[in-house]
Protein backbone atom coordinates (compact mmCIF):
# COMPACT_ATOMS: atom_id res chain seq x y z
CA UNK A 1 0.00 0.00 0.00
CA UNK A 2 0.83 3.89 -0.92
CA UNK A 3 1.49 5.90 1.89
CA UNK A 4 -0.89 8.47 0.44
CA UNK A 5 -3.29 5.22 0.29
CA UNK A 6 -2.38 4.54 3.37
CA UNK A 7 -2.44 8.04 4.92
CA UNK A 8 -6.05 8.43 3.81
CA UNK A 9 -7.69 4.66 4.98
CA UNK A 10 -5.66 5.73 8.30
CA UNK A 11 -7.37 8.86 8.14
CA UNK A 12 -10.97 7.17 7.47
CA UNK A 13 -10.82 4.60 10.42
CA UNK A 14 -9.43 7.45 13.00
CA UNK A 15 -12.53 9.32 12.22
CA UNK A 16 -14.76 6.49 12.37
CA UNK A 17 -12.62 5.40 16.19
CA UNK A 18 -13.07 8.64 17.43
CA UNK A 19 -16.65 9.48 16.44
CA UNK A 20 -17.53 6.32 18.31
CA UNK A 21 -16.10 7.55 21.52
CA UNK A 22 -17.92 10.87 21.51
CA UNK A 23 -14.36 12.76 20.49
CA UNK A 24 -13.76 15.33 17.55
CA UNK A 25 -10.91 14.84 14.92
CA UNK A 26 -9.65 17.02 12.29
CA UNK A 27 -6.87 15.81 9.54
CA UNK A 28 -6.83 12.26 11.07
CA UNK A 29 -6.28 13.51 14.69
CA UNK A 30 -8.72 12.74 17.22
CA UNK A 31 -9.01 15.31 20.33
CA UNK A 32 -11.02 15.43 22.93
CA UNK A 33 -11.84 17.43 26.60
CA UNK A 34 -11.73 15.87 29.99
CA UNK A 35 -12.34 19.13 32.36
CA UNK A 36 -9.73 21.67 31.98
CA UNK A 37 -7.44 18.71 30.25
CA UNK A 38 -7.13 18.19 26.41
CA UNK A 39 -5.55 15.24 24.77
CA UNK A 40 -4.80 14.95 21.46
CA UNK A 41 -3.87 11.65 19.81
CA UNK A 42 -1.52 11.65 16.99
CA UNK A 43 -1.10 7.99 14.40
CA UNK A 44 1.70 8.88 12.04
CA UNK A 45 2.32 5.21 9.66
CA UNK A 46 5.41 5.08 7.47
CA UNK A 47 4.00 2.67 4.21
CA UNK A 48 7.60 1.32 3.75
CA UNK A 49 9.02 0.67 7.22
CA UNK A 50 5.64 -0.90 7.92
CA UNK A 51 5.54 0.58 11.17
CA UNK A 52 3.11 3.04 12.58
CA UNK A 53 3.76 5.36 15.89
CA UNK A 54 0.97 6.72 18.18
CA UNK A 55 1.24 9.12 20.63
CA UNK A 56 -0.76 10.49 23.52
CA UNK A 57 0.10 14.79 24.27
CA UNK A 58 -2.05 16.25 27.30
CA UNK A 59 -2.06 20.18 28.16
CA UNK A 60 -4.29 22.32 30.84
CA UNK A 61 -6.85 23.56 28.18
CA UNK A 62 -6.80 27.52 29.40
CA UNK A 63 -2.66 27.89 28.75
CA UNK A 64 -3.26 28.26 25.12
CA UNK A 65 -5.82 31.27 26.18
CA UNK A 66 -3.09 32.77 27.90
CA UNK A 67 -0.23 31.85 25.07
CA UNK A 68 -2.34 33.96 22.57
CA UNK A 69 -3.36 36.77 25.07
CA UNK A 70 0.51 37.24 25.12
CA UNK A 71 1.29 36.57 21.56
CA UNK A 72 -1.29 39.36 20.69
CA UNK A 73 -3.44 36.97 19.61
CA UNK A 74 -6.83 36.61 21.92
CA UNK A 75 -9.36 36.50 19.58
CA UNK A 76 -8.07 32.92 18.90
CA UNK A 77 -10.13 32.08 21.99
CA UNK A 78 -13.35 32.41 20.23
CA UNK A 79 -11.99 29.82 17.26
CA UNK A 80 -13.46 26.19 17.02
CA UNK A 81 -11.92 23.87 19.53
CA UNK A 82 -9.92 22.24 16.93
CA UNK A 83 -7.71 25.02 16.39
CA UNK A 84 -6.64 23.91 20.12
CA UNK A 85 -5.52 20.76 18.44
CA UNK A 86 -3.60 21.75 15.47
CA UNK A 87 -2.99 25.39 15.86
CA UNK A 88 0.31 26.52 14.85
CA UNK A 89 0.02 29.19 17.69
CA UNK A 90 -0.97 26.63 20.58
CA UNK A 91 1.12 24.41 22.97
CA UNK A 92 1.82 21.05 21.73
CA UNK A 93 1.29 19.22 25.55
CA UNK A 94 3.52 16.72 27.06
CA UNK A 95 3.18 13.49 25.77
CA UNK A 96 2.42 11.05 28.12
CA UNK A 97 2.08 7.45 26.22
CA UNK A 98 4.09 6.46 23.31
CA UNK A 99 3.95 3.54 21.18
CA UNK A 100 5.61 1.91 18.06
CA UNK A 101 4.40 -1.12 15.90
CA UNK A 102 6.86 -2.73 13.59
CA UNK A 103 6.09 -5.19 11.05
CA UNK A 104 2.35 -4.12 10.34
CA UNK A 105 0.53 -5.42 7.75
CA UNK A 106 -1.56 -2.53 5.55
CA UNK A 107 -4.88 -4.19 5.15
CA UNK A 108 -8.04 -2.26 6.16
CA UNK A 109 -9.12 -4.98 8.70
CA UNK A 110 -5.35 -4.78 10.08
CA UNK A 111 -4.94 -1.30 10.08
CA UNK A 112 -8.25 -0.75 11.98
CA UNK A 113 -7.41 -3.19 14.64
CA UNK A 114 -4.64 -1.74 15.66
CA UNK A 115 -6.48 1.88 15.86
CA UNK A 116 -8.93 0.19 17.93
CA UNK A 117 -6.19 -1.28 20.37
CA UNK A 118 -4.35 2.49 20.32
CA UNK A 119 -7.56 4.72 20.82
CA UNK A 120 -8.52 2.21 23.69
CA UNK A 121 -4.85 2.50 25.48
CA UNK A 122 -4.90 6.67 24.73
CA UNK A 123 -9.14 6.15 26.71
CA UNK A 124 -7.86 4.51 29.68
CA UNK A 125 -4.48 6.70 29.91
CA UNK A 126 -6.43 9.88 29.62
CA UNK A 127 -9.12 8.70 32.24
CA UNK A 128 -5.97 7.68 34.65
CA UNK A 129 -4.32 11.28 34.48
CA UNK A 130 -7.91 13.08 34.77
CA UNK A 131 -8.22 11.18 37.84
CA UNK A 132 -4.99 12.28 39.11
CA UNK A 133 -5.00 15.87 37.98
CA UNK A 134 -7.16 17.91 39.68
CA UNK A 135 -6.20 20.85 39.46
CA UNK A 136 -3.01 23.37 37.62
CA UNK A 137 -0.42 22.53 40.52
CA UNK A 138 -1.44 18.21 39.63
CA UNK A 139 -0.87 19.23 35.69
CA UNK A 140 2.70 21.19 36.58
CA UNK A 141 3.56 18.10 38.37
CA UNK A 142 2.62 15.76 36.08
CA UNK A 143 4.69 17.60 33.30
CA UNK A 144 7.97 17.84 35.25
CA UNK A 145 7.88 14.32 35.71
CA UNK A 146 7.37 13.37 32.09
CA UNK A 147 10.04 15.83 31.54
CA UNK A 148 12.67 14.24 33.70
CA UNK A 149 11.93 11.04 32.35
CA UNK A 150 12.13 11.92 28.87
CA UNK A 151 15.57 13.91 29.70
CA UNK A 152 17.02 10.38 31.47
CA UNK A 153 16.15 8.45 28.26
CA UNK A 154 17.53 11.11 25.93
CA UNK A 155 19.93 13.32 27.70
CA UNK A 156 20.73 15.21 24.50
CA UNK A 157 17.22 16.54 23.63
CA UNK A 158 16.84 19.96 22.79
CA UNK A 159 13.45 20.84 24.21
CA UNK A 160 12.33 22.44 28.06
CA UNK A 161 9.38 23.40 29.99
CA UNK A 162 9.68 27.21 30.75
CA UNK A 163 6.88 28.32 28.43
CA UNK A 164 4.41 26.22 30.15
CA UNK A 165 6.11 27.57 33.34
CA UNK A 166 5.32 30.82 32.19
CA UNK A 167 1.60 29.87 31.22
CA UNK A 168 1.51 28.10 33.91
CA UNK A 169 2.44 31.49 36.85
CA UNK A 170 -0.01 33.23 34.53
CA UNK A 171 -3.34 30.69 35.39
CA UNK A 172 -2.32 31.24 39.05
CA UNK A 173 -2.08 34.75 38.46
CA UNK A 174 1.58 34.61 39.78
CA UNK A 175 2.54 38.22 37.35
CA UNK A 176 6.02 38.06 39.61
CA UNK A 177 6.66 34.45 38.52
CA UNK A 178 6.13 35.16 35.41
CA UNK A 179 7.87 38.13 34.94
CA UNK A 180 11.13 36.60 36.67
CA UNK A 181 10.95 33.17 34.08
CA UNK A 182 10.72 35.92 31.35
CA UNK A 183 13.68 37.75 32.10
CA UNK A 184 15.85 34.81 32.83
CA UNK A 185 14.83 33.16 29.39
CA UNK A 186 15.53 37.12 27.76
CA UNK A 187 18.98 37.14 29.46
CA UNK A 188 19.61 33.66 28.30
CA UNK A 189 19.17 34.42 24.67
CA UNK A 190 16.25 31.71 24.49
CA UNK A 191 13.73 32.13 21.46
CA UNK A 192 11.35 30.11 22.58
CA UNK A 193 8.99 28.16 20.41
CA UNK A 194 7.17 30.93 19.44
CA UNK A 195 7.64 34.30 17.89
CA UNK A 196 5.16 37.48 16.96
CA UNK A 197 5.53 40.77 15.47
CA UNK A 198 9.34 40.25 15.42
CA UNK A 199 9.71 39.67 19.46
CA UNK A 200 9.90 36.50 21.00
CA UNK A 201 7.32 34.74 23.57
CA UNK A 202 9.68 35.57 26.29
CA UNK A 203 10.19 39.22 25.07
CA UNK A 204 6.42 39.51 24.56
CA UNK A 205 5.55 37.84 28.20
CA UNK A 206 7.89 40.21 29.96
CA UNK A 207 5.70 43.39 28.25
CA UNK A 208 2.55 41.85 29.21
CA UNK A 209 3.04 40.85 32.90
CA UNK A 210 4.74 44.64 32.90
CA UNK A 211 1.69 46.36 31.60
CA UNK A 212 -0.40 46.91 34.66
CA UNK A 213 2.44 46.85 36.76
Not at 46 to 74: C, N, P, T, Y
Not at 87 to 112: H, I, K, N, R, Y
Not at 171 to 197: C, H, S, Y
Given at each position: ???????????????????????????????W?????????????????????????????????????????????????????????????????????????????????????????????????????????????????????????????????????????L????????????????????????????R??????????E???
Amino acid sequence: MKQLELNRLLNAILKKEAKSRGWKSIGGQPYWREGDLFFTLLVVPVARQRSLHSSLRIKWFSLDEHLWRVLGMSSNASAPMSLHANGAFTLSGQEVLADTVQDCEWSAQWVEASVRAIASAAADKSAQVSSTTANIDDYLALIEREHTALMARYPKAVVNLWTERLLVALEKNDRRRAADIARERVAARDPGTFVAGGRTFYQRALEYVERDV
